[in-house]
């Protein structure tokens, strides 16, 4: 059974990625986008995880891959409608991850009022670090979350200038979708988002927590 399998090891038997979107008002302007009067939200499929030792893979139809280092949160219990109050009883933890996208294909998509499945949903789109247990981030809206290409400094974020917050997310995803045990939220990512090629190294963190190493390939 799925449930009985320890914690630390959530990418193995996690269901749903949710991904939240335009979560930074930088970010939000990079991309021309205005900002969200309620959380924008979308869904990777589980498959899409990669953990570090194995590449990130570009999609064969996509020419413009971009890194999005986001704040990952784990839902350690059943969440339906929980209210701002009670939502972080649901967290059991954190992950760092990275909201890969194809993001010519989503440039495409916007246009045509497609889904982003295809630029966001790939096998290998979703790079998850270890899993962080709750009790060693005592505040999840204090976190200094970093990207870099083969070294250079991509993106830096603190994650307290998210614009919907862990509880409101939770609460506001948990009435449309059900989230189980294990689910991972990602919390959209501050500016700085740009290309990799095959080749490049990824390494992301968040500061005095965790480091993570990823290297793409065609
Ligand atoms: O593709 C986008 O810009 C939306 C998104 O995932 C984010 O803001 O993290
Ligand atoms: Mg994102």
Redesign the pocket.
Do not use: F, I, L, P
């Given at each position: 059974m799925a449930t009985s399998k320890p914690l630390s090891r959530f990418w193995e038997w996690g269901k749903n990625i949710v991904?939240?979107?335009?979560?930074?008002a930088e970010?939000?302007k990079e991309?021309g986008?205005a900002l969200p009067a309620e959380p924008l939200f979308f869904l990777k499929p589980s498959s899409a995880y990669v953990r570090e030792g194995s590449p990130i893979l570009r999609p064969y139809y996509c020419r413009n891959l971009h890194h999005?280092v986001?704040l990952g949160v784990v839902i350690g219990k059943r969440a339906r409608a929980v209210s701002q109050e009670a939502a972080m009883e649901h967290v059991v933890g954190y992950a760092l991850c990275l909201?890969m996208?194809a993001r010519d294909t989503?440039e495409d998509c916007k246009k045509k009022g497609l889904p982003w499945t295809l630029a966001?949903g790939f096998g290998s789109s979703c790079p998850v670090s270890d899993f962080v247990p709750k009790e060693k981030i005592p505040d999840p809206h204090k976190l200094q979350i970093w990207l870099k290409v083969n070294g250079k400094l991509r993106q830096e974020g603190d994650t307290s200038s998210m614009i919907f917050s862990i509880p409101y997310l939770i609460s506001y995803i948990s009435e449309i979708i059900p989230l189980e045990e294990g689910d991972l939220i990602l919390t959209?990512?501050p500016k700085g988002?740009g290309s990799v090629e095959a080749n490049d190294e990824i390494e992301a963190g968040i500061r005095d927590v965790l480091s993570m190493r990823f290297k793409v390939a065609q």
């Open positions: 991904c939240v979107g335009r979560n930074y970010h939000a991309m986008s999005e986001e909201d996208t989503q966001k959209g990512s988002v």
